[in-house]
């Protein structure tokens, strides 16, 4: 069933040093359009306006997934419970678990309410070049890899490979992020990891004696979301993109007259979106409208996309929507009044980590850390770990409102004032 | 004359560390709307079909030229020579020597003859957010800075610290260019040479204690050269990206009816383009077009866009020109006479480079490297290095043939046998 | 009265690239022999015989805190609070804080009831060459920066740069380590850290932006006390070691006549060890005697001797001295029973780390480190930081049983067994 | 024949990240007393005076052989030629390569006219615990390992996998080099250079597509010799302990009554020394005798003593020796003169290097470099890079005259002036 290559391929990767490839279909897989795609679509969508370094694709994250899960199962070829189909199966799936990303995935989901889980799924199941290699294995062969990264597949050792509480997935964009952002928070001892991990009924566990690696790791993880992935300029971009999308809807649905009309987004406005339509919609494609847009009439769609080419962010105050009610509702109405249309120039972000989460029934999670200890027994991490005890199951909430402050510096001085004046005491 | 601002402002970066910004007239330039756009021009162009690291941009790179600038110059404040315009003139051209770069610079200028030097001075000069921003200095000062790069100007110790055999725009993009791509070939003791540097007339000398730490860093720029700058899969890419560049414009040239005309690329093609109109020509735009042109019903515009967008390259084979123009002129008969047309599908690529360029009377070169001895002589570099020497002024030529391998053997065996026996015994 | 060097001198350090030395003052005490003996002397003691790569010297680790000192009041500079004599005493003061290490502290220490603390007091202001050169500052000059080290000045600005939670010994010791023996976990910004450290009043505080490279490196030595400094391993022949002492000790005193007596301990066997005595007896001496001690016909010491030198360490397991005392007892019994004499043979041996340790009333501790707000208020870390609350304050001791798992692997089976069973079930 | 450990041991290494054993043969030999008297043997000597990073013994380096040496043949085990016992006789020559160096070896084997590679075949094949362990293989065992160390074994293949231009022990010697003493010039890519290494008859061959990874060895070779091992102040220090053991054996012969006589080394200057002499003799028990030898009467032993332990190194100067005869001769009248013994304090030192060697029939090489070209020929390295080339075969000396430049600054001025105007104009 498997062919393997009659000579392993390796690709130079800054993170993993080389990337081997020893099987046709992953080769093949890597070959295809869906996948090639994602060299189009930047692992960080805006973040490199906060960090220059982070200008990293998809395709970059997706190789290094790949290349972790294969070294991670190198350790299990003489397990009973495992044998070539699971190999390849957790292989493809590792590779595709984000082929059905869109660009700047975080605003485009919310403002289209769409979800790039669901587009992996049809990528994967539909009339795809991946589908097609995917086929070779077997006809059933596509829907197991999309069961895997959907989570509902019987084989939860392979699921738990994907998506867990440390996965093949996160470790990989931990370490990637780090790098090519250039912070020190995101290091751990991979080697170390992938050394005491090991497969057991349906889930992968830790040996007790890589309890520390396992911590530093849970470590990095919190402290690459609260430094890099939630920074507040990467949301002011984000807030930006969001209400540059909203905008061409509205206009759209109220029959603006474009100069550039949306048309890679038309089929998106009416839901009747098709895989093909999805494919195209790149970030290329989202420049190239936001580029044209900025010379059309519409002054809010015309400001938003000259910022956010020209990284003009809006600035920021924390701001916790329950508590500042009556501020935010005088800020709206001081910014009609100004002229500014508040639905696209101030908006409340919020964004949440819970660190490391342990089963709670009911709740929707991810799969906790086991620890195999000596005696055999499991132990669940954060029992074991004080370090990670101490920041389980705590989600914690950073509110911060955006606005434009260089256009309010522009303000007549008694609009301006007052604006200043709530924001300060903020 | 010199503003500094309040409080520094730094970048994390993942070659240097952090870049360290501390005058009001660099953090302006760099949140020029030109200089901005630099994010959406990769450094590498297509390299990152061979190396899926190197992804990063021309914004990435002219940050890191301006921070070695700005260590190198630390160091010369004391000198008699030296003030604080010549520190300000030299920060600024090392921030914007790349201002002019557009997509794809090889490619792209080679085809429609341009040049992004002249783009460069014509972006300093010309009626621009950077030329507004210069001029904050005084009226004079934008002429200044575009002649550093030109390597006209009279202060010819600046321009040295820009544009020599070791520069800070060099250093900079050979320890970029080896992070991202992840190859070993690129390190050097940058912090050493910045100290073995000093001011000296009209150029930058280095101490003689220094050498090994220079011929270091010369062999890295052989080795990335070779192995990565010139790498083969990166030439084909080239190769078709000119080629698609070449039939739009000819199908333009001819009135072809295109389902998406080159707008973008109009005022090129008629030799009006203007700074606003290469400004907007980034490389979303150039992925725009392509995607849309996959599905014109020109075969050989659709086919090769298709091809660079999902990394269909041209297969290649060693062949030198002049001692293989019999199997060439065969190959072109050929390949007419199977349906492919040779002018685009059959192309000799040619890299060459010349690792150190001693001083040759007559000819353009970049100022060698002096060292400074301790009885206070001066001695050109590869008179006391012998691995420099052995290196130095030999042009070395890789001469490749591009073909398309995967629709060759597509073809009829009769046809199909011919052309691959010419190709084989090259 | 701060001399210059004509020319900086600098040394190659692996972790903070160069270490620079500008002033005469500090170049001479590099030069004294005092402080040269300190190549001589490991960081780590017997760590090395757990992490092979942790070889490297206190004089190592010394030129490191100095580098650290050096870059950090590089921004002080411009401080009103700050004048060059306190620049001296910075550095003097970060160079000579380990001048009183003697070879492997931790035992040695343990069994002669001596101070490496009150050594260096003594080291600086005895007849040295150290106290020659300080006292070129000023006669007062080695009690000055004895007061630094000791902690009585009344500069408790410079006294907390050197011994705080946060400060130049800590950073360097913890890159350092992690740097030698190679694990990653001992990796935090470092750069960042200095950058957002300001002297106020008595102490150095830590801009409020800076918080997460502060608990990153919170972390980073949490996890360096519990992978190295406090492996078993290590313990394990730190509990040899302390007994080869004890044991010659006791022989001494009882008049046992050595092939090769104990003359370098002579004088601490005897209370009156002078700073020369003190001086001469480095990790060298201690090897040699070690060596010679292996052909002595006590069978402990040579045992033990030979046990240190050739890695046969003993065995452990993890045993609470209190809840464990009745098998402790029972093993003593056994052990003699079996000919083993279990002052030597069996030892308890307890770690305790205090990862972060706020201020309480009345016990000796370490400043705590404090956030300055940006509204220019001062917060202690814990109070802010989720993850250090939680470690903070918390002792976590280890307790290990160690014994000759060899040597009873050797024994009789009625008797082995018998203590086998005891070990087996701790 | 090869018993697999139960569960394989690592070791955390800071160059090759881990170190793996999964044979109790080779975890037999770690544990031997004369491969852990390698602990008390640094790598590089006295490097560490000049670079205060290089601390590390021959023990860490002896593991990092034994691992690249693991890794190299982890491909070749489906080669025809290759069987298990080549594979236990390639770990173990790897391990135990340097197993005879003594302390200071350079020095050592000068003075006395000695020969590690003599005590490496003694110590294998004498009454050793090394010898005990190999014979468990077979009873040839140890001579066979012997014969690969000492390059007369029948096995040509695993002989060049430790001595050739390429070999196992060179490339961990230049990257654990340059990762302690912390200088950029040792890096190259091992794993790639491991990757295209192929078995083939009696050596191993380097496909050509991996050229320029084994030019970029090369070259770092090159760099590390002239940056590091020929470093002058390292030969300033080798220079005086040569002078030291020279005088030590001088007294000796002529009586002098020692206050700690040489006890360790008069085996040695009796040509009588046992294996067990040699293995007693380690740096530590050389350190011991130096510090004793401090107080001794003869002013030149004290002295030179002094000045090792203390880093009062010797001055030089570049001096050619047959250019420079008639200066040298003056300053050996002037040294006598002056009261200092120009046998002891006037020194030529001269280092050469080959940086790469082709084979010269007759002369004593080592296996050249041989490049698998695509067409299954053998190319000699040189034939096919330029780099290599320019400096294949060219034997660079470099001689320096070392003199005790500040004893010389104490001496009467007419005398001093003298020998410094000639020391002056070398």
Same mark, same amino acid.
């Given at each position: ?34 996948? *090639? ?20 694709? !998809? ?27 699971? !190999? ?74 994907? /998506? ?27 080697? !170390?990891? +992938? ?24 470590? /990095? ?5 609260? *430094? ?38 038309? /089929? ?10 999805? +494919? ?84 929707? *999670? ?23 005890? /101490? ?33 300060? *005491?903020?």
């Amino acid at each position: 069933m498997s062919i393997r290559l009659t000579e392993e391929k390796v690709f130079k990767d800054p993170v993993h040093r080389y990337i081997h490839v020893q099987d046709k279909l992953l080769w093949d897989l890597i070959g295809t359009s869906e996948f *090639q795609r994602l060299r189009r679509v930047r692992q960080l969508g805006t973040t490199s306006f906060t960090f220059h370094g982070a200008e990293h694709s !998809r395709f970059n994250h997706s190789l290094g997934v790949y290349e972790i899960m294969r070294r991670l199962i190198t350790n299990f070829s003489d397990k009973p419970m495992w044998n070539d189909e699971d !190999r390849l199966l957790a292989l493809s799936a590792a590779l595709l678990h984000d082929i059905g990303h869109g660009p700047f995935s975080h605003s485009f989901e919310k403002v289209f309410d769409t979800d790039h889980e669901e587009w992996t799924r049809l990528i994967i199941l539909g009339d795809t070049e991946v589908n097609e290699v995917l086929r070779h294995v077997h006809a059933d062969f596509p829907k197991e890899v999309a069961a895997v990264i959907e989570k509902t597949s019987a084989n939860k050792l392979v699921t738990s490979m994907i /998506s867990s509480q440390i996965d093949a997935d996160r470790m990989d964009y931990l370490l990637r992020d780090a790098y090519y952002t250039g912070v020190s928070y995101g290091q751990f001892d991979l080697e !170390r990891i +992938l050394r005491v991990m090991r497969p057991m009924d349906d889930q992968v566990v830790v040996k007790a004696s890589g309890m520390h690696a396992v911590e530093d790791y849970i470590m /990095s993880r919190y402290q690459m979301y609260w *430094q890099v992935y939630f920074h507040p300029v990467t949301r002011s971009s984000e807030v930006i993109l969001s209400k540059i999308l909203k905008r061409v809807k509205a206009l759209h649905e109220e029959g603006y007259p474009f100069k550039q009309p949306p048309h890679h987004f038309e /089929s998106i406005f009416s839901g009747a979106m098709t895989i093909n339509d999805y +494919l195209q919609l790149d970030e290329s494609v989202m420049h190239y409208y936001f580029q044209c847009w900025q010379k059309e009439d519409d002054p809010i769609l015309e400001d938003l996309c000259h910022r956010f080419l020209n990284r003009r962010l809006f600035a920021y105050v924390e701001c916790h929507p329950n508590e500042r009610l009556t501020d935010i509702m005088a800020l709206q109405e001081l910014f009609w009044e100004a002229g500014m249309d508040a639905d696209y120039y101030l908006e409340i972000d919020s964004s949440s980590d819970l660190p490391y989460d342990v089963y709670r029934p009911g709740e929707e *999670q991810r799969v906790p850390i086991q620890l195999l200890m000596k005696n055999g027994q499991l132990k669940e991490l954060s029992s074991e770990s004080d370090v990670v005890e /101490s920041i389980s199951g705590k989600k914690r909430t950073d509110h911060k409102l955006y606005y434009p402050a260089d256009t309010i510096a522009s303000l007549d001085s008694s609009i301006r004032l007052k604006i200043e004046s709530i924001l300060k *005491q903020m």
